[in-house]
């Protein structure tokens, strides 16, 4: 039996521990990891907590939407259980019908084929580390070994264990400046979760200095379910000019070779992106973002207007 669960009623132990053993579990199901990102999220629950379905959710102009937190690529269903489509749509049936507003993204292993959502492919790539690094560099493309020899020459050193803080900043003062969609509250969070998740000793921050020692790109990796997440990164002019991120990355990927480990670059449909990851030899991965829409027609073309407007 499906169960909604209020955030105040569930069980956290037991919700944490069924991410924990999901064959598709990831951090960012954690109850702690949800609760840094959004401000109110509740949870479909399946008999004892054999399979959890995180619901964060907010008010729009006074609606209820369900909706996909910053810094969360993926959610939806997880389970300690088998997965099928039929298993699935029972959970997006279960999402309350108040809520009139459903964006999300769902994990690599939810396909479901429910008629009541709408659905678009997102793309991801992944690269398997469990090889040694030679075997793994063999697989760069043509352009990204240029760039890696251009960023080799030009002097850049990684440094590991760099300040979360400095990073971010980084990020505002450079590529950040020009998206009006992340504000100081989101930073805020990012913050937050980055030092949340070194305390637990699940991520490592990456810095690239140049030749006179300022920092010109750096990134932060989350890992969980022998899985790590390429979650953030920050890049300045310089670091540009010199494919800093380049050196950066083979180098956590020259650390971490030969590791029953998957480096996910937390990717996007994003053109550009997607030719760096999969310069690295990596694998495209997809997912679904699915949504349902049962507002009025007036509510609809008022949502449309302010967005427009932003």
């Known amino acids: 039996m499906i169960r909604y669960l209020e955030n105040k009623l569930i069980d956290r132990k037991k919700w944490d ?125 043509s352009n990204t070994r240029r760039n ?44 937050r979760l980055v030092y949340t998740c070194i305390y637990k000793g699940l991520a490592d921050v990456y810095g690239v200095y140049d030749d006179h020692n ?13 899985k790590s997440i390429f979650i953030f990164s920050g890049l300045s002019d310089k670091g540009r000019d010199n494919r800093a991120m380049f050196l950066l990355i083979d180098h956590f990927i020259r650390e971490h070779a030969g590791k029953h480990l998957t480096l996910d670059f937390d990717g996007s449909n994003n053109e550009a992106l997607a030719r760096f990851y999969k310069g690295f030899g990596s694998e495209r991965i997809v997912f679904l973002r699915i949504s349902r829409n049962t507002l009025p027609l007036l509510t609809n073309m008022a949502l449309k207007i302010y967005r427009n407007i932003r």
């Open 17 to 141: 521990d069924c991410i924990s053993r999901s064959f598709n579990g990831m951090i960012y199901g954690y109850t702690w990891f949800l609760d840094v990102v959004c401000e109110n999220w509740d949870g479909l629950v399946e008999d004892d907590y054999l399979r959890v379905f995180p619901v964060c959710h907010r008010k729009k102009f006074g609606v209820s939407i369900v909706y996909q937190p910053f810094f969360t690529q993926q959610l939806g269903l997880f389970s300690q259980g088998e997965l099928n489509p039929a298993v699935v749509n029972d959970f997006l049936t279960a999402i309350p019908s108040r809520f009139r507003l459903v964006d999300i993204n769902l994990n690599i292993h939810n396909k479901p084929d429910h008629p009541g959502f709408g659905y678009d492919v997102q793309v991801n790539h992944e690269l398997d580390l469990i090889g040694d690094y030679e075997d793994i560099r063999r697989n760069y493309s």
């Open 148 to 191: 890696l020899a251009k960023a080799e020459k030009a002097g850049l050193s990684v440094i590991k264990g760099v300040k979360p803080d400095d990073i971010i900043s980084l990020f505002r003062e450079n590529r950040g400046a020009g998206i009006r969609v992340l504000r100081d509250a989101h930073y805020m969070k990012l913050k």
């Open 214 to 226: 300022e920092l010109c790109a750096g990134a932060v990796f989350l890992e969980s379910h022998k």
